[in-house]
């Protein structure tokens, strides 16, 4: 009987026999970044992303390691092993991570999305002996609506924000979020200013190929009124004073959660996310089909609870030291 290890590691997966590490939060020799989040990313001696992904990691960090490109559906050839990305969803670049080994299939979503997107194309289920799924929005309570319906109301609280004599500000991540709230917004010719964090990162997904409705950046002439974009952390005295009275969204899964609007400290809130909700995680598990299926990250441990009672084999990766493929 031969076993073969996989690890909780350093913030990420870790496969002994490969030398390779899956998103790890600390400097490794070898590495898969899944995409360009700043916590997926470090500076490894060697890592593998996508394209888009290298390209948005190198405009927010262009001091790393050697970070080699790498196409969806091209193979690499490492060490007692073959890496081949898929698209994941979650943002421009985003990849799922196949690792073909003599003793089975492994995959790693990373952070995973499978409904369609304005800036990604949604994950795809990928046949595999071994599941390392991503489990951020893992609890029964995470199933969001119709991402249709959450853009229509909150276009329709942009439109009442404005017609009050106010800016509304949308809060989003500079990376990802703030890009498919611009996408969302095209058909309303509406006035469009964004963070310069955000605008600089929409420039690159510009640059990769993405379009979008016109947009300025925040902090040069813009017309009034305008809708915001910026992320989330922004400090809202400044905006002040460039937008005068204001108010604020926030755009994310934890929106589900209604403590969230007291807690943000916001004016609304709307369940956009880019991530997966609970029962496309499920499901995902349920379609790849593989013998085992291991949680990480996120409700790891509620997620492979509920993939049990639905028929499957589950296990959080970090509860346990080592874990198995005969």
Not at 205 to 214: H, M, N, S, T
Not at 262 to 269: F, M, N, T
């Amino acid at each position: 009987m031969i076993a073969y290890p996989i690890l909780w590691e350093s913030g990420g997966v870790y496969l002994p026999e490969q030398h390779l590490w899956l998103d790890p939060r600390k400097p490794r020799p070898r590495a898969v970044i899944s995409h360009a989040h700043s916590d997926h990313v470090a500076n490894h001696s060697l890592a593998y992303a996508t394209p888009a992904t290298r390209r948005l990691v190198t405009h927010r960090r262009p001091r790393l390691g050697t970070l080699e490109a790498v196409n969806y559906g091209q193979p690499i050839a490492l060490e007692r092993c073959r890496v081949t990305f898929y698209p994941a969803g979650h943002v421009l670049g985003s990849a799922q991570s196949l690792v073909e080994t003599d003793f089975g299939r492994i995959l790693y979503t990373g952070d995973l999305k499978t409904r369609g997107g304005f800036t990604s194309a949604p994950a795809q289920p990928i046949p595999a002996d071994v599941l390392v799924l991503e489990s951020t929005f893992g609890k029964p309570h995470y199933r969001f609506p119709d991402a249709a319906e959450v853009i229509a109301a909150m276009v329709s609280w942009c439109k009442s924000v404005l017609d009050g004599g106010a800016t509304p500000v949308l809060l989003g991540y500079s990376l990802g979020k703030g890009q498919e709230i611009l996408s969302a917004l095209a058909a309303e010719g509406l006035t469009i200013a964004l963070h310069p964090s955000s605008f600089g990162v929409t420039e690159v997904y510009r640059e990769l190929g993405c379009d979008f409705p016109p947009y300025e950046r925040l902090g040069e002439t813009v017309r009034r009124p305008a809708v915001v974009i910026s992320p989330p952390a922004v400090r809202r005295h400044g905006l002040f004073d460039q937008v005068g009275e204001f108010k604020t969204a926030a755009l994310t899964g934890w929106a589900m959660d209604r403590s969230l609007k007291d807690r943000l400290e916001v004016d609304a809130i709307f369940p956009l996310s880019d991530h997966a909700d609970f029962e496309e995680l499920c499901c995902y598990a349920e379609q790849v089909g593989a013998s085992m299926t291991y949680t990480v990250l996120g409700f790891d441990e509620e997620l492979a609870t509920h993939l049990r009672r639905r028929g499957l084999r589950a296990k959080p990766l970090g509860a346990v030291d080592q874990l198995r493929l005969f």
